[in-house]
């Protein structure tokens, strides 16, 4: 057991319950001020070091210790780019998920009787040694647990005669803290069991009951919105007030449909939203939107020629809603009219790496308040692009007689490109790095100069690929991940046999974490298979752990580092996306012309690569 050079007078266990109740508060307070000097630091090794020293100056110690020997003490455990604090100054003890903080003694000890109740095959030792593991996080801990179990002899049996059950544990329904109890109309509703600690009743609420209560609660809408649509249309059938749609011809009713605003047509909701998705998802858009006025034209067929009126936005969004994710594909609808209505007005904006939210680029600057001058830092770049614009004067000339002689707001003149141009630069270079995005869904922290999220301390332009990399590195090595339950503390096994032994005398196995130990039944090296074997591979005659080999270890490492990395991607919206990862378009100040070739655009590319602007000295 790899537990490094850590010299064993420094080791200051918490003591009581009631010593370690009462210093709880100290030691969040103090894990808050350590995250906030070592951010790149898991909390995992703040926790275990504060157990560890003297009370009375434990953080000075500790933040020396990590200052001195940072690398001896963390062990390969550091934060991603992705896992880092928003923002230092503003962050409290609200900021930092439960499952990093020093854990309550009474919820401690319900999640171990819980746990300990559905993991009856499992040994007590186990339970623990996850639990030491997890920072004692039901949540975490449960789905380590249930992966052990699954491997057990018992569990294999029962998987053997309930196949065709097709029952997982892993589903919220099938949940062991959850009773369902009948209700009058039939169906059954979902409560809790007491465990006896308000914080793990709340934990499970909001992870299981309120999911629960919530897909109730959506069918349930589903079902009364169908029945009053289909009253409706049956009381409107015989009262002889249905409305005839002059698109799909159909009969339906006054409250879905709507008017376009040229004439008396009528549309129904169901070819609105027939035209949504057509414009979306198909060939529609250029035929199916007036780009002019943002709105979705009429759809009706008349004798003489197409409609030219359109469908108000507020029917369109009414009609929308309506149907299953009706709301996403009309926010869809919405980002897109957005976004070309933003590149036909060719105004400089930044807009959100995450979202589509944009917000016009637009700073005020005082008259005399910078000085323009070349590119210096990319010498070689500036020279290349002066030699293109000198052997591109000769086309200058045409132009220059055209803005001269027609009055075409379309052919500026020179002098008035290049000041825009300018102009722009200077907004570019003077916007703030750090950019809050407006809308109310997202509000997200972003990189005007990289489009990353932001994290203090930032660094822009980190190759993806190493992010990646450190991502994946970080999730393998938490699941070769071992805690000791008596002391806390954290090692990785690089050699020799699965019987460890911690510094603290404890004795666990490193395959199925159970204690070895005399207080765990002194069973030593009896846990581990005693059978010869002619054949290097599982044993054919017991189920016990094998003393060398631990058969999964390489699947466990593969598959912890196949979904971080499923997560990374999906986080990075490169969840279809293979190979090497190289997103070299995606910066956000990018350095080539998009969309349509305008001499605006021209100019301004061409300006961004040779000049850079700073301030005025005084």
């Avoid at 319950?17 to 100290?26: F, I, K, V």
């Avoid at 995250?35 to 953080?59: A, C, H, N, T």
């Avoid at 393998?476 to 806390?488: E, I, S, V």
């Avoid at 046999?497 to 090296?525: A, D, H, S």
């Amino acid at each position: 057991m790899d537990c490094g050079n850590r010299p064993n007078d420094c080791l200051n266990l918490a003591g009581s319950d009631a010593t370690y109740e009462s210093n709880l508060g100290e030691l969040n307070d103090e894990l808050l001020i350590l995250i906030k000097i070592f951010p790149d630091v898991l909390p995992d090794v703040f926790r275990e070091m504060l157990l560890r020293f003297d009370g009375k100056s434990r953080l000075e110690v500790v933040t020396n210790e990590l200052l001195k020997n940072e690398d001896t003490w963390v062990k390969g455990r550091w934060r991603t780019a992705g896992e880092r604090p928003d923002a230092f100054d503003a962050m409290d003890i609200s900021h930092i998920p439960e499952a990093d903080l020093f854990r309550r003694s009474s919820y401690k000890w319900a999640v171990k009787a819980a746990l300990l109740q559905e993991f009856r095959t499992l040994g007590k030792s186990t339970v623990k040694a996850v639990l030491a593991e997890q920072n004692h996080s039901y949540t975490l801990a449960r789905s380590v647990l249930q992966e052990i179990a699954s491997k057990h002899w018992r569990s294999s049996i029962s998987k053997f005669f309930s196949r065709w059950a097709r029952r997982s544990d892993n589903e919220p329904e099938k949940h062991s803290m959850i009773t369902w109890t009948k209700i009058a109309d039939g169906h059954s509703l979902p409560s809790l069991k007491a465990t006896g600690d308000a914080e793990l009743d709340g934990e499970l609420h909001q992870t299981i009951l309120r999911p629960l209560y919530n897909e109730y609660k959506a069918q349930q809408e589903a079902k009364d919105w169908e029945i009053a649509v289909q009253t409706n249309q049956e009381e409107a059938e015989k009262a002889d007030a249905l409305f005839e749609c002059g698109c799909c011809f159909s009969a339906t009713t006054f409250e879905r449909i709507a008017e376009c605003t040229a004439s008396t047509h009528i549309i129904c909701y169901k070819c609105i939203s027939h035209s949504i998705n057509e414009a979306l998802f198909g060939q529609g858009w250029v035929r199916g939107i007036d780009h002019g006025q943002g709105l979705l034209r009429c759809m009706a067929l008349s004798a003489n020629d197409n409609c030219d009126g359109c469908i108000p936005q507020n029917a369109t969004q009414r009609a929308m809603y309506q149907f299953k994710k009706g709301a996403h594909i009309f926010t869809h609808y919405e980002s897109r009219l957005t976004e070309e209505a933003l590149s036909r007005a060719q105004v400089p904006i930044i807009r959100c790496s995450v979202c589509s939210y944009a917000e016009a680029m637009d700073l005020y600057i005082p008259a005399g308040t910078l000085q323009y001058h070349l590119d210096s830092k990319h010498a070689f770049r500036t020279m290349f692009y002066m030699i293109l614009a000198l052997g591109s004067i000769s086309l200058l000339f045409p132009y220059m007689l055209l803005s001269c002689l027609l009055s075409d707001p379309t052919i500026p003149p020179i002098a008035s490109l290049f000041q825009n141009a300018l102009t722009r630069l200077a907004n570019i270079q003077q916007f703030p790095s750090r950019f809050r995005c407006r809308s109310p869904a997202c509000s997200t922290l972003t990189c005007t100069n990289c489009s990353k999220p932001w994290r203090d301390p930032h660094t822009c332009f980190e190759s993806e690929v190493v992010e990646l990399r450190t991502t994946i590195e970080a999730a393998r090595t938490a699941a070769l991940k071992r805690t000791c339950p008596k002391c806390g503390l954290n090692f990785i096994k690089d050699s020799g046999c699965n019987k460890l032994t911690c510094v603290c005398g404890y004795i666990m196995c490193y395959v199925c974490r159970q204690g070895l130990g005399p207080m765990e039944g002194g069973v030593g090296y009896q846990h581990f298979c005693q059978h010869f074997r002619y054949e290097v591979g599982s044993c054919c005659e017991c189920q016990k752990c094998d003393l060398y080999r631990a058969a999964d270890e390489d699947a466990l490492v593969k598959a912890a580092g196949l979904k971080a990395e499923k997560e990374w991607r999906e986080r990075r919206g490169l969840a279809n996306v293979k190979g090497q990862i190289e997103k070299a378009g995606a910066i956000g100040r990018q350095e080539t012309i998009e969309g349509k070739w305008t001499p605006q655009k021209v100019v301004d590319w061409w300006v961004r690569n040779v000049f850079t602007c700073s301030p005025r000295p005084h």
